[in-house]
């Protein structure tokens, strides 16, 4: 037995597999369909779609065989992505010295005939082969011969669509993505612009404080949003409140959080690591909902 050498191109054409991300996929009807179809139209009772990985051959869609991959150094597939440029054929592997003792010849699934059209991508890249395989010497006519060729391409675009398909749903997440960023960023210039106004016109500043939890409110409609304070000694007070539509409104407490209760953990945690303006979010003392606290330490 005679192992295929490795194509030239080895390290573009494991990238180019990788990028479609289909080894060790589900089996899916629109492949399934193809391997079916080459096998009724070739007469022959095994038909694959193989792929060259790395140290074996994955079979993303397997007619009349068991077996989802073999080692690559045994299989049929590594000399004929060597050949992408037309149908890989043996007529009868026993008289071919290249696969005469091949395991896969010798022993199950006993191959006797090979034809494989190359999966050839749009960057003339060799990703396996669509085949069929007999256990008897074989022919394919010219009819036959042009009908596999066809159904490698199908492969192919099947392969190609699966592709633009996952690029489109993560160009859309991303997209998502930069509209909640964008939106969050929106709602920091409205937080900004709400307290610079205020001080510069000389509000109040209780006055200011409802201003601003007014507009965190609006950019969290179905959250209870608190202004509070926390002096040097932990002690939390909530100075302000908007809750959601249908909520009881909070009355203004202070709590000592050196014996707080659970849900002001998070807070008393974050005092302790710095005692300084930042934001936490903890649930709401009053209601279910949770609350997004502006804490302040107090001097």
Not at 219 to 239: K, N, Q, V, W
């Amino acid at each position: 037995m005679r192992s295929a050498p490795l194509p030239p191109n080895e390290a573009d054409r494991l990238a180019a597999l990788q990028r479609y991300q289909i080894l060790d996929t589900a089996p899916e009807a629109d492949f399934d369909d193809l391997t079916r179809l080459a096998a009724q139209i070739c007469g022959t009772p095994i038909a694959l779609i193989s792929l060259a990985d790395a140290h074996r051959q994955w079979f993303k869609s397997r007619f009349g065989l068991g077996s989802s991959e073999t080692p690559r150094d045994v299989a049929f597939c590594a000399h004929a992505i060597l050949q992408p440029h037309e149908l890989f054929i043996v007529s009868d592997s026993h008289q071919d010295e290249r696969f005469q003792d091949n395991p896969l010849v010798t022993g199950e699934p006993n191959i006797r005939f090979y034809a494989g059209a190359p999966l050839v991508t749009p960057d003339q890249q060799t990703l396996g082969m669509l085949c069929v395989v007999d256990h008897i010497p074989h022919a394919l006519t010219p009819a036959q011969c042009d009908a596999l060729r066809v159904l490698g391409r199908l492969v192919i675009v099947q392969l190609e669509q699966r592709l633009k398909i996952r690029e489109l749903e993560e160009a859309l997440g991303a997209r998502e993505q930069f509209a909640v960023a964008l939106s969050e960023s929106q709602t920091r210039l409205n937080l900004l612009n709400t307290i610079s106004t205020g001080v510069i016109s000389g509000a109040l500043l209780s006055e200011v404080i409802e201003q601003t939890v007014s507009v965190v409110a609006r950019a969290f409609p179905d959250l209870h949003t608190s202004y509070a304070t926390i002096s040097m000694e932990g002690m939390f007070s909530i100075l302000y409140t908007v809750v959601p539509a249908g909520i009881p409104k909070p009355p203004r407490i202070t709590l000592d959080l050196n014996i707080a209760p659970e849900y002001l953990q998070p807070p008393m945690r974050a005092w302790r690591r710095s005692p300084q303006s930042l934001w936490r979010t903890a649930p709401a003392p009053c209601c279910s909902y949770p609350s997004v606290c502006r804490m302040k330490s107090a001097h």
